[in-house]
């Protein structure tokens, strides 16, 4: 299965601020999937990101406060804009695999926490 | 509204135990259904089904759906310290290939 490395692993912000997540995948994907895991939550989808296109985005997500980029085929970006403590969450980088996209991988993680 | 359930929500038991964990699932324009383990922060990928009846093992692990009564489940036998985590459920659907995910079942086995 493909590689998929997401930094920071962690990190601790203070309210009002804004984090950029990197998820960098080993091989060319067409969409990466961005998603949050809420304490003691399952994991919720925020948007979909494809390269040439603007991000699709779930149900209750905005752009505004998630923006996403995809410049290529193996990187993409979320930033978590204007921070409260109500965004301290796990935040994963998913992608497909399988002979037709059947599978989906996850990356490592970003633990935050928002004091 | 697709859904996805799990049941129990949290489970202890003792090692060398067999347990069998429950996932039921309401998703419409249904692809396969997928089964995690997450014990830190990123899930990892266990089983996906898409046939009934078809049974999935690895080690220990195995797994089989039931698409008319819209169920699976995973079974553990000879559960270990190392199986504690929590078992995530998801459908993925057709449709822009959404995958809607489960609660999870949290799993804690003692020596």
């Known amino acids: 299965s493909a590689v998929i490395s997401q930094k920071p692993s962690r990190d601790i912000c203070q309210r009002g601020t804004s984090l950029t997540i990197q998820c960098q995948v080993d091989s060319q994907v067409t969409m990466m999937f961005w998603y949050r895991q809420q304490p003691g939550q399952s994991l919720t989808l925020i948007a979909t990101?494809?390269?040439?296109?603007?991000?699709?985005?779930e149900s209750g997500f905005v752009i505004d406060k998630f923006p996403i980029s995809r410049p290529n085929l193996t990187f993409s970006t979320l930033t978590v804009s204007n921070m409260s403590p109500e965004d301290s969450s796990i935040y994963l980088c998913?992608?497909?695999?399988?002979?037709?996209?059947?599978?989906?991988?996850f990356g490592s993680g970003t633990q935050l926490s928002v004091l | 509204e697709d859904k996805v359930v799990q049941s129990p929500l949290s489970l202890v038991v003792h090692e060398g135990d067999t347990v069998t964990l429950n996932c039921s699932y309401e998703v419409t324009n249904f692809r396969s259904l997928l089964w995690y383990k997450q014990e830190k922060k990123a899930p990892t990928f266990l089983f996906m089904l898409?046939?009934?009846?078809i049974e999935k093992k690895s080690g220990r692990l195995s797994s089989i759906l039931d698409k008319k009564e819209l169920f699976s489940i995973l079974n553990i036998t000879a559960t270990q310290t190392g199986d504690s985590a929590i078992y995530l459920c998801?459908?993925?659907?057709?449709?822009?290939?959404?995958?809607?995910f489960g609660p999870g079942t949290s799993l804690s086995v003692i020596p």
């Open positions: 998913s992608v497909e695999e399988g002979l037709s996209n059947e599978k989906l991988f």
């Open positions: 998801a459908g993925m659907k057709t449709s822009y290939d959404k995958v809607i």
């Open positions: 990101a494809n390269q040439g296109s603007e991000a699709t985005y």
């Open positions: 898409t046939s009934s009846g």
